[in-house]
């Protein structure tokens, strides 16, 4: 059974989480082949000294330096023919993974070649209330969805699957990706729509890894005018996938405000009874989630679900 994995690690100035986050690299039970360490505009001639010296020698660094901040999306886009491995995830400085989340997800991504990646639940950690928030996804109850199960999967249920949680099969994504800036600045989150729409996903249920919150970026939502725009992107560019993404309502972060624009433009298709009362729990959702004492957050994700 192949282990063998690479990490992309785009970075800019949170030099206060940098170290921490290597540590928990060398962490894993099975170390990495391979770290494409992006330095994003970062303008420090000594950092590549630093992670180098972090760095469990056994990891061979690819370092990377763009001559400005370009920003993570566009980072990775432009580097992501440089992965090796079998398997891949990205990182982010603030990420934290437990010491089995390589070993973890890439044995049960072993067992399903034809899936793009696997998640896992997730743990918020919050740094601005300083509370942890867990997140089981209840309704799926094996590992292993395929494409023609994902749609149904989608209209039944309305959820989000974080980047930090997810290690990906390399050949797949290579073959056939949205993972470009083109898409805007959401191409991260579309990517993983998409790639559970060709291939499907594998599910682990554990908690395997830990997303960060912290100031200037809790509550952060695209505006309508954003979300429309890359509604008429997909459809322009990816129309069978926009038909998918419709039809199962994952336009759901659109306000119910956006109604009159959209019929405006043309995309009376994406109003529909079922994105309007999603489009309102996920404003329920951004608005409580963290109002909440921890303990509730993953009742009101059930009850929502």
């Known amino acids: 059974m192949k282990y063998d994995y690479d990490i992309i690690f785009p970075f800019y ?5 940098l170290l921490n986050c290597i540590k928990n690299i060398n962490k894993q039970t099975i170390l990495a082949k391979k770290i494409i360490f992006i330095d994003d505009g970062n303008n420090n ?10 760095l469990n020698k056994r990891i061979k660094l690819t370092f990377i330096s763009n001559t400005k901040n370009i920003g993570p999306q566009k980072s990775v886009e432009n580097n992501w023919k440089k992965i090796t491995s079998k398997f891949f995830f990205f990182v982010a400085a603030d990420d934290i993974i437990y010491r089995n989340y390589s070993e973890e997800n890439i044995k049960l991504l072993n067992q399903y070649p034809e899936a793009s990646y696997i998640f896992s639940n997730l743990i918020i950690n919050n740094e601005i209330n300083k509370k942890k928030y867990k997140i089981r996804y209840n309704f799926l109850k094996k590992n292993f969805y395929n494409k023609k199960e ?8 309305q959820f989000k699957i974080y980047h930090n949680t997810v290690v990906f099969n390399t050949k797949l994504f ?10 805007g600045e959401r191409a991260d989150m579309l990517n993983l729509l998409f790639l559970a729409y060709k291939n499907g996903f594998v599910y682990h249920n554990k908690y395997l890894s830990e997303f960060t919150v912290r100031e200037n970026q809790w509550g952060k939502r695209m505006s309508d005018n954003y979300l429309i725009n890359e509604l008429l992107i997909l459809k322009r560019n990816q129309n069978k996938f926009y038909k998918f993404f419709i039809s199962t309502n994952l336009h759901f972060d659109l306000s119910v405000l956006s109604i009159k624009k959209l019929i405006k433009l043309g995309l009376i298709n994406t109003i529909s009874f079922s994105w309007f009362a ?9 608005t409580l989630r963290f109002a909440l004492p921890s303990k509730s957050l993953d009742l009101l994700f059930k009850i929502f679900n």
């Open 150 to 157: 994902i749609k149904d999967l989608f209209k039944r249920h």
């Open 174 to 183: 290579k073959k056939n990706n949205i993972f470009k800036i083109f898409y």
């Open 278 to 286: 999603r489009s309102i729990k996920f404003y329920l959702w951004k």
């Open 13 to 17: 100035k949170d030099y206060r989480y």
């Open 45 to 54: 001639i000594k950092l590549k000294k630093i992670v180098r010296k972090a």
